[in-house]
């Protein structure tokens, strides 16, 4: 598959920001953690299998080959497959570093080419505006660290953040790991109420959960998130 595949088949069909270049960095990169990012990145278990299945009958291809189809599948399948989302996906997955080399491509082509001539006046940027850290939707950077700490309380939080039983029976049965489960219903949490996901909600859920050890860890995480920028 080439650029122009992707660019008609993944960016012509919806909106996202990740460059063939990212994807092309992740390829050479991911490595046998290939299918690790991939389930973060929500690629179902079947769909992994077969791209491994494809990929052992074709040794020629090599483990690239692997990354690269599941990194299509996931830019194709995705509602919205994005920078931030990819980034979440491969902290959860404890692949820092990649996140941090994805971080610096797309920095990297968001710079402006430098212009010959006379400097013209910059305008002036407003500051953003703060947002109270108590109503801030909760940083990426928060679900890892719980994911990481929750262990088997993941589903009294489930339960006090009024998820639905049914709901935690199936991401229990989905994932492979508590962790993958923390995340899973972090994340689905965290799109369904999307605004209303607060800082404020999620340390009385983990509070009335028993958790209280976990919240001086997120107040420290919130901390040092950068505020967003209110519309």
């Known amino acids: 598959r080439s650029k122009q595949w992707y660019q008609r088949r993944v960016r012509g069909a919806q909106k ?12 050479k990169n991911l490595g046998i953690n290939w299918k690790r990012a991939g389930q ?10 077969r791209i491994e299945d494809v990929g052992i009958a074709n040794p020629k291809s090599g483990i690239e080959k692997m990354a690269q189809d599941m990194l299509f599948e ?6 919205q497959p994005t920078v ?48 109270p850290i108590s109503e801030e939707t909760i940083p ?33 049965a989905d994932a492979w790991q508590v962790e993958k489960m923390a995340y899973d219903m972090l994340h ?7 605004e209303a996901a607060t800082v404020d909600r999620l340390i009385e859920a983990l509070e009335r959960a028993q958790c209280k050890k976990l919240v001086k860890g997120v107040q420290a995480r919130c901390q040092s998130y950068h505020f967003r920028v209110a519309v």
């Open 40 to 49: 973060y990145l929500g690629v179902s278990r079947e769909r992994l299998r």
């Open 16 to 27: 996202t920001d990740i460059s063939f270049t990212v994807l092309l960095y992740l390829k």
């Open 188 to 194: 689905e949490w965290r799109q369904r109420e999307k």
């Open 74 to 79: 996931w830019a194709e399948k995705d509602p």
């Open 140 to 172: 990426y950077r928060v679900m890892v660290y719980l994911k990481d700490n929750l262990g088997e309380s993941w589903k009294d939080v489930a339960v006090c953040l009024k998820m639905p039983s049914q709901r935690i029976k199936s991401i229990e």
């Open 84 to 131: 931030a989302k990819l980034c979440a996906a491969l902290e959860a997955a404890d692949l820092s570093k990649l996140s941090q080399g994805v971080f610096e491509r797309v920095s990297k082509e968001k710079q402006p080419r430098k212009k010959r001539g006379t400097k013209k006046g910059r305008k002036k940027v407003d500051d953003p505006v703060k947002v």
